[in-house]
T-cell receptor
Framework: AQSVTQPDIHITVSEGASLELRCNYSYGATPYLFWYVQSPGQGLQLLLK??????LVQGIKGFEAEFKRSQSSFNLRKPSVHWSDAAEYFCAVGFSGGYQKVTFGIGTKLQVIP | DTGVSQDPRHKITKRGQNVTFRCDPI?????LYWYRQTLGQGPEFLTY????????KSRLLSDRFSAERPKGSFSTLEIQRTEQGDSAMYLCASSSRVNRQGGTDTQYFGPGTRLTVL
């Protein structure tokens, strides 16, 4: 069964600093990978996704993520964080075999300080 | 494209009561999903419909839970004889099959229904 690990439960960064959120997955075949963001009390918004092709994926709000097969990782990055980026971020993995179930990580809560 | 909508946004009920939630997917999407998210956790998959057919069900979906999508448009999730452990955010998502490689679709989420069971 596939699984997702987000090792950092909470991260605090200063506004304007760079950000990297870690995600490791476990899945035997080529994964379908997603990053979502959730503001308090709200649903999830898709930031970016990776299915195949270029391993560096650009998303919305200035985010990018890099797929590294050798490390089973899909880390999310942003060069300069804004106060409005404070939220919870979820990494998720889907199947390549046609099943539609998506498995989410536990999430990383991002705090941005002035 | 008005996005996925869910109703109600909040529901408070007493233990033992039945509750029903509604989800309206993005209009052209033929796939619809239900997830449950408890505090401090990521969403957990409950079930998935393609048109009106329920194709996948999680073991989390006990006999007290039932989901329907009778005309392949909106869906309802009913919980019978609610328990305090059912308190959670119930999220609905939808997708349109555009992935020709046959893998997981990109799922678009609604705002969720927060259930509190007293």
């Amino acid at each position: 069964a596939q699984s997702v690990t987000q090792p950092d439960i909470h991260i605090t960064v200063s506004e304007g600093a760079s950000l990297e959120l870690r995600c490791n997955y476990s899945y035997g075949a080529t994964p379908y990978l997603f990053w979502y963001v959730q503001s308090p009390g709200q649903g999830l918004q898709l930031l970016l996704k990776y299915f195949s092709g270029d391993t560096l994926v650009q998303g919305i709000k200035g985010f990018e993520a890099e797929f590294k097969r050798s490390q089973s990782s899909f880390n999310l990055r942003k060069p300069s964080v804004h106060w409005s980026d404070a939220a919870e971020y979820f990494c998720a993995v889907g199947f390549s075999g046609g099943y539609q179930k998506v498995t989410f990580g536990i999430g990383t809560k991002l705090q941005v300080i002035p | 494209d008005t996005g996925v909508s869910q109703d109600p946004r909040h529901k408070i009920t007493k233990r033992g009561q039945n509750v029903t939630f509604r989800c309206d997917p993005i209009s052209e999407h033929n796939r619809l999903y239900w997830y449950r998210q408890t505090l401090g956790q990521g969403p957990e998959f409950l079930t998935y419909f393609q048109n009106e057919a329920q194709l996948e069900k999680s073991r989390l979906l006990s006999d007290r839970f039932s989901a329907e999508r009778p005309k392949g448009s909106f869906s309802t999730l009913e919980i019978q004889r609610t328990e305090q452990g059912d308190s959670a955010m119930y999220l609905c998502a939808s997708s349109s099959r555009v992935n020709r490689q046959g893998g997981t679709d990109t799922q678009y989420f609604g705002p969720g229904t927060r259930l509190t069971v007293l």
